[in-house]
């Protein structure tokens, strides 16, 4: 356990990269913590699978590539658009593992426990009848083929080229699954259970956000489209909420290689230098909510 980064660490660590989103930052600190104590312990621990859903921009995929490269595990960033159900056109689920057995170097113990983030998610929830035209062949197969990795298989992948055995076994039982999606018309599902118009909500996006994801439960993404045994799959459940102008004011200013530095630099380059001032990036972040 010496050498696992603390939760605090992990969190510090996305500090620097996320701005905002505390709650999630928290929360995906201890579960990557908790897979490190899980994967060292005798004891049978079930795995705590995280799923983040929050609109576009919000910093989902920067968490998880941020974690990447701060955890010394192997990680696979990937897209469920791009996985089909086995037999149709496309990769199916099981590339992930082949990927990760890839990003470790063919290290079978290293992939064994690597973290796989697929982003994305809800492109591939079950649609309801009224809109069989943009109905998706693969939706609801290809949560059946992620649940079955989320649980726990073997899967064979092809051994490095030119190497005996030409496949070899993984185990999928100590791969921790982040899944992500933003989740469009979430809020909606929600509003709709507990009876509450969006009449009420007029004090601005964020008061809306934060008034609906208070009450969010696993019941609205089964309604939403993903099957229940892939939500039982993802005990932790993290909503990212909507940025406000001041959390884009600090975005443009406050991470490492921030927008502004990068800009700066490029003038700099030409032997300029830029300064701008708080009105300035405030008018930046407007044209930015506005978009």
């Known amino acids: 356990l010496k050498d696992i980064p603390s939760p605090r660490q992990i969190h510090e660590h996305l500090d620097k990269h996320v701005i905002s989103q505390d709650e999630a930052k928290k929360t995906l600190s201890v579960a990557v913590y908790n897979h490190f104590k899980r994967i060292q312990s005798d004891k049978k621990i079930q795995k705590s699978n995280v799923l983040i859903a929050g609109p576009t921009g919000t910093g989902k995929t920067l968490m998880a590539s941020s974690l990447a490269e701060f955890l010394n595990v192997p990680f696979v960033i990937t897209d469920a658009t791009v996985i089909t159900e086995s037999g149709y056109a496309g990769d199916d689920a099981e590339v992930l593992i082949d990927k990760l057995w890839q990003a470790s ?3 079978k113990e290293l992939t064994e426990r690597g973290i796989i983030y697929v982003d994305e998610i809800d492109k591939k929830a079950r649609r309801n009848d009224m809109v069989s035209l943009s109905r998706d062949v693969s939706g609801e197969g290809v949560q059946q083929s992620l649940l079955k990795l989320m649980e726990g298989t073997i899967i064979s992948v092809p051994n490095k080229p030119q190497h005996n055995p030409e496949k070899i076994d993984i185990d999928t039982k100590n791969i921790l699954f982040i899944v992500g999606g933003a989740f469009v018309g979430l809020d909606d599902v929600v509003t709709q259970r507990i009876g509450k ?3 009420g909500f007029n004090e601005g996006v964020n008061e809306k956000v934060a008034q609906w994801e208070e009450h969010l439960e696993t019941r609205d ?9 892939f939500v039982g799959r993802l005990p932790s459940v993290n909503m990212l909420k ?3 102008k001041s959390d884009l ?3 443009l200013t406050e991470p490492v290689d921030s927008i502004v ?6 003038f700099r380059l030409d032997k300029v230098h830029i300064e701008f001032k708080i009105a300035a990036l405030e008018a930046v972040a407007d044209i930015a909510i506005k978009q």
Do not use: H, N, R, T
Not at 261 to 266: G, M, P, T
């Open 105 to 107: 170097d063919y290290d």
């Open 197 to 199: 118009s969006k009449i």
């Open 221 to 229: 993404l089964v309604k939403y489209g993903l099957i229940p045994e």
């Open 242 to 244: 909507q940025l406000d």
């Open 249 to 251: 004011v600090k975005i």
């Open 261 to 266: 530095e990068q800009i700066q630099e490029i």
